[in-house]
């Protein structure tokens, strides 16, 4: 049996020129999360991540935190976000009316983002990849760290949208569930898998242990 700990990047900047890079909470959050786990004793016998800058920093925050030289990980790119900057911009041109304004709060802006991938995921429009693509290479990324633990610790860093498929698709769960799981993973939290001669199965969900508390829950993030 292999474990596989999924970990959403650190907290990017929201609102920036630049949104795939860590702000200074992201960066903070990730060295968290590795002191965490420093004081645990939890010790990984393979790192993997996407290949985007802030799954590459998140590695690095956390690989600081546990008082570990960082050495890079085993990039695949199956693990990176869907484009979501595309599949919005598909779901304005198609309902110009709904989409959120410059000024637009945060709320607002995710409610348009659950809109877009149900239009998505159902057909209505088309982005880079396709809703089908998408789960695709999910499946595929889901294999290959299910077949190359060999019993033991993997870490894996990736993005909000790529570990809510692999929650829906572990759990058979109907697509319109992704969305929703999506809109619900915090920055660093961790989502623990097992895998087995019978499958893969999901342990937890979306656990955040270095920021529950009462002394850093403000910096609980979503973004």
Known sequence: ????????????????????????????????????????????????????????????????????DYQGAQELPQLNEFDFKRVMSAYAEKNPRAAPHSRAVREDYYRFLKMALHAWSSGEIEATESWQQFEQRIEEVLAVLALGGKGGRTLVVSSGGAIAMMVRQTLGAPSLCMPQLNMQIKNTAVSHFFAGRSGTTLHTFNHVPHLDYRERREFITYS
Do not use: P
């Open 1 to 68: 049996m292999s474990e596989i700990c999924v970990v959403r990047h650190g907290q990017a900047s929201f609102g920036s020129d630049n949104y795939d890079q860590l702000s200074g909470l992201g960066w903070q959050q990730a060295r968290w999360l590795g002191e965490h786990w420093a004081k645990e004793g939890l010790q990984f016998d393979r790192v993997v991540s996407g290949n985007l800058l802030r799954h590459r920093q998140t590695v690095q925050g956390i690989c600081e935190g546990l008082g570990l």
